[in-house]
C-alpha cells in the first residue's frame, strides 16, 4: 500500500518550485462568496453593485410583505356549534 505523502513517479519535486507558506492567507482572511450568474442575468445584472442593490430590494419587499401574512397572535374566537 502506498503511503498517503508520497508523491506520484510522474510529478518531480523540482518542477513544483520553491512553496510559499501562506502566500494566500490575508486574501482568504478577508472571505469570498463567488456566485456565478448565467449569462441572461449577466446581460441584467452586469456589475457587482447591480446585483447587490437588486438583492437588497428583494430582502426589503420580502421583510415587508411577511407582515401581511403573519398570523395574529389574539386569542381566537369560539366557533358557535351550527
Known amino acids: 500500500m502506498k503511503k498517503l505523502d508520497e508523491m506520484r513517479e510522474e510529478y518531480r519535486r523540482e518542477d513544483l518550485g520553491k512553496g510559499v507558506r501562506g502566500k494566500h492567507y490575508a486574501e482568504y482572511q478577508k472571505g469570498s462568496n463567488l ?5 441572461e442575468l449577466a446581460k441584467i445584472f452586469p456589475t457587482t ?3 447587490n442593490t437588486a438583492l437588497q430590494s428583494l430582502v426589503g419587499i ?3 410583505a411577511t407582515g401581511l401574512t403573519r398570523r395574529s397572535t389574539r386569542t381566537p374566537r369560539k366557533r358557535v356549534a351550527g
Open 35 to 39: 456566485v456565478l450568474l448565467t449569462p
Open 62 to 64: 420580502a421583510k415587508s
Open 49 to 51: 453593485e447591480a446585483v
